[in-house]
């Protein structure tokens, strides 16, 4: 067996090197509020303008700090779905600079994971 040692590491060109654009900046929240029904959720804006949404049925919380979460390092989205007796909930967090996009399609899979009981 031989090992060719004359190009260590990633074959590559320079096509395959170009600069890409990505998405940047907080966007517009209401791409991600506006995806809640009054049926279903409960929206609060507290005293220093975060905006809270809770599922009717306590297990589903949204969280929007524009100037970042209280205590938090950054945070700008929390997203947290409570648990059962015999499955662990999760939370997921995402800092103030998030696009709102990217916020507005992790919640459109958490409420097309739900189903009611």
Do not use: C
Not at 57 to 76: A, C, T
Not at 84 to 105: H, N, W
Request: proline share 7%; net charge negative.
């Amino acid at each position: 067996m031989t090992v060719d040692v004359a190009s260590p590491g990633f074959a590559t060109t320079v096509e395959a090197l170009r600069l890409h654009s990505w998405k940047l900046g907080p966007g517009q929240p209401g791409q991600v509020i506006d995806q809640f029904t009054d049926a279903d959720f409960k929206l609060v804006v507290d005293d220093r303008a975060d905006v809270h949404i809770n599922s009717r049925d306590g297990r589903f919380y949204l969280g929007w700090f524009p100037m970042g979460r209280p205590g938090g390092d950054g945070e700008g989205w929390v997203i947290a779905v409570t648990g059962t007796a015999k499955v662990p909930g999760y939370r997921m967090s995402f800092d103030t600079e998030t696009p709102a996009e990217i916020i507005a399609a992790a919640v459109a899979q958490v409420l097309a994971s739900s189903r009611p009981l």
